[in-house]
């Protein structure tokens, strides 16, 4: 069930007890107001300052017919096909040059198309987002030349440079990158690095299993 039907609900069954207990219409307006709020002020809190993965995935799983949302949410444990069956959704949903060029630069990414990448990112109107994407690509590659963008926010710069290290090997220095990136994530974005992580601890763990199977063998 839905907030809004919820609300709506709440409004006929709080107005029936109003005019049986008699209670006054003003405090029935100003109940259900100070309500809309709280949970406007407690959807803002998940979607911009929360690092509580799973409040985060609760919201997300409430509002999954929301594309961006329902993508997010796929990062998670989702196949790559499902990834890019949620990202070919906000791509039809969403015709804005920012959103076409994010996903269409996330996209060709999946696919390790990176030179189509960067001519999509290079497509981006908003500066914080075209650097962001430009710089990660580079260092998805271990292109040391991610390092040259501006990034707008600290979680990026600190992504950014984990990854770099992630590429090189340097493991010990990739996780204090990725601790700091963690830190000063929020929201919407907590949820999106803290399983961005995960699938990099998902390839070493295969990476190290791999190793083992060929000195046994």
């Not at 049986?20 to 407690?42: E, N, Q």
């Not at 509580?52 to 509002?63: A, D, M, T």
């Not at 949410?73 to 959704?89: C, G, T």
């Amino acid at each position: 069930m839905s907030y809004t039907i919820s609300l709506i609900l709440f409004a006929i069954i709080a107005g029936i007890v109003a005019v049986i207990f008699k209670i006054p219409f003003w405090i029935l307006v100003v109940t259900i107001i100070s309500i809309s709020l709280l949970r406007a002020g407690y959807v803002m809190y998940i979607l911009y300052r929360s690092q509580n993965v799973q409040k985060i995935e609760r919201f997300l799983q409430s509002s999954i017919k929301n594309p961006l949302y329902n993508y997010t949410l796929s990062l998670k444990e989702s196949s790559p096909a499902i990834q890019k069956q949620a990202i070919d959704h906000i791509l039809a949903t969403y015709k804005s040059p920012i959103m076409q060029g994010t996903y269409r630069a996330n996209r060709a990414m999946m696919d390790h198309n990176y030179s189509a990448a960067k001519d999509f990112a290079a497509q981006i109107p908003n500066d914080m987002m075209r650097n962001y994407s430009l710089a990660l690509i580079d260092a998805t590659q271990g292109n040391a030349k991610a390092e040259n963008y501006i990034l707008a926010k600290p979680w990026m710069t600190s992504l950014i440079a984990a990854v770099l290290q992630y590429k090189k090997g340097q493991m010990d220095e990739y996780e204090q990158y990725k601790i700091q990136a963690l830190q000063y994530s929020r929201g919407i974005q907590y949820f999106t690095n803290y399983y961005y992580f995960e699938r990099i601890h998902e390839n070493v763990k295969t990476s190290k299993a791999n190793k083992k199977i060929k000195k046994s063998s």
